[in-house]
């Protein structure tokens, strides 16, 4: 479902609950053998975020984020992973990039810290 923002905006009833329809919806298409992937807009390119604006991130069992981030100049992006609800994760932020031959991801970004902040800074070396 691309965009929970437009999927709620589609539910006629202005007392539909987002989270209802959306739990049912998803619940229905996993008992049909249906992998569902939802995606959220969020609305600021930097600075703090949350995983979910509509509160639906409990229905996932994993959650992926794609950040914007500056490095020496250059828009790059960035991803990670914020929950695996089932087994453990790596918890290396590392670059991506979607270009001409797909998805490519790319080495952690360990020289960065603040990343989730919106304002990398480089780590100081020891």
């Not at 639906?56 to 914007?68: C, E, G, K, P, Q």
Request: aromatic share 8%.
């Amino acid at each position: 479902i691309d965009g929970t923002a437009g999927y709620q905006l589609s539910l006629t009833d202005e007392r539909s609950d987002i989270r209802r329809e959306l739990h049912a919806l998803a619940r229905y298409l996993k008992n049909m053998g249906v992998t569902v992937v939802l995606t959220e807009e969020v609305q600021q390119v930097t600075g703090a975020f949350h995983a979910s604006d509509n509160h639906v991130s409990y229905l996932a069992d994993n959650i992926l984020f794609i950040r914007y981030i500056e490095v020496r100049g250059e828009i790059r992006k960035a991803v990670g992973v914020l929950k695996k609800r089932f087994g453990g994760f790596e918890p290396t932020l590392r670059s991506f990039e979607i270009g001409r031959d797909g998805i490519t991801v790319g080495e952690p970004l360990d020289e960065l810290r603040g990343i989730l902040t919106g304002t990398p800074t480089w780590n100081e070396a020891e």
